[in-house]
């Protein structure tokens, strides 16, 4: 990789591995997520949604925290996060995915992948973070870098801490849409497609979805009228 790629990739994900926004009142930019490719028009769609009216209810009256964003550094997300008074992290998850094991099922049970792909996206200091936005990204993932993922993850992640997660429960598809969410308030999303990627062999039915959960105290979910449940989860 060129000098200039290395700079510009550590300008999109900042000091360390995440970006990090404050408060807006403390200033300073973050870089955002590139616009759809031109031509192509953006197909924007809102929706309820009570998993992340039940996430943001958990932190109700409290300043100052710490929320990890894996949908990547969205200017909507940013400024609705920090204007509650918390500060902003996030990863671009998926790419650091697609870059890591790209179309290769096989490697996703590599442990030496394994480790270095949770290097690449998920290298914080145990216990730094209340509270974690995964979307969508976790569905993509074979069972076994699903769960070591999984396991970071609650390292990461404070006591009392709370995870939403988003999953397709139709096992009929072999891909899924990709998506953009944009928050716009306390219950409501913005999301917009970006391309399809293949869904793993494993289904992601309550119990598998209660067993990937498991070391977490206390798991929630909501199934949405499309099919989609929305997972919350408590360290």
Known sequence: MSLLSNRL???WRGPGSSVEAASP???GGVPQRPAPRPGRKEELEVRQSR?????FGSFRGQAGLSI???GGASQENINFITSLGHK???????RIFQETFGDDVADQSNPGRIDYFLRQSLEYTDEQFDGVLAWDVLE????ALLSATADRLLRVM???GYLLAFFRSDDREKTAPYYIFRIQDLRTLQISQHGERALPSQ???NRRLEKLFQKFQTFKFFLTRDRLREVIVRK
């Open 88 to 94: 902003f992290y996030s990863e671009d998850f998926l």
């Open 51 to 55: 998993g992340l009216e039940q996430f």
């Open 25 to 27: 009142a403390n200033g």
């Open 158 to 160: 404070k006591p009392q």
């Open 203 to 205: 289904l992601f039915n």
């Open 140 to 143: 993509y993932m074979e069972p």
């Open 68 to 70: 990890l964003d894996l």
């Open 9 to 11: 990739k550590g300008f």
